[in-house]
């Protein structure tokens, strides 16, 4: 049956992108917490370990992560431009022409330049991976997906070499 291939495919998926956050989930994320003995500015509603504008940061953050896992666009991807063929790895293990989204659903800020990300993983609308975690960066100006993050899901695409850019 044609079926069971694709069934197949999307469960291999799923254990090996479960396997690779379990990891991020584990190892505390990307950053150190902020410290907070710095005084907090009193001209701003934001806390001291948040950026300027929180509310456009989540947003920035949420299009972003649907970018890169729907799209595959390098821009949304610290060192994006260094991970394209990282990027096309990742995109195989679940070709076309299943859908892969990734909804946030929870943004936490360590300090103004780091976050940590909860999003729910699907593809085809069926949700895979709901409550992962990873951690976005502030990279030139922008939030992007980080890449400690991306590569370790990348790297269960290719369990026995490196993963291109993420050495």
């Keep these: 049956m044609s079926v069971r291939p694709a069934a197949l495919r999307t469960a291999t998926v799923a254990m090996s992108v479960g ?10 994320g990307d950053t150190e917490e902020a410290a907070d003995d710095s005084p907090a500015s009193t001209s701003s509603s934001a806390p001291a370990t948040a950026p300027a504008d929180p ?15 729907a799209d ?17 790895l990742l995109a195989a ?5 299943e859908v892969k989204t990734a909804t ?4 936490t800020f360590t300090d103004a330049e780091n976050a940590g990300v909860t999003y729910d993983f699907l593809i085809d609308g069926k949700p895979v991976l709901p409550g ?4 976005a960066v502030l990279d030139d100006g922008e ?16 369990p026995n070499e490196p993963v291109a850019g993420c050495q």
Aim: hydrophobic fraction near 45%; charge should be negative; include cysteine.
């Design 72 to 88: 595959g666009d390098p821009t949304a991807l610290e060192d994006g431009e260094e991970l394209t063929e990282a990027i096309a």
């Design 132 to 135: 992962a975690t990873g951690t």
């Design 104 to 107: 946030v659903t929870d943004v």
């Design 143 to 158: 939030w992007k997906v980080s890449k400690t993050t991306f590569c370790t899901l990348a790297s269960l695409g290719s």
């Design 93 to 97: 293990l679940a070709p076309p022409p």
């Design 19 to 28: 396997v690779a956050l379990s990891a991020l989930a584990g190892c505390g």
């Design 55 to 69: 509310a456009a940061a989540e947003a920035q953050i949420t299009e972003n992560w649907a970018k890169l896992f």
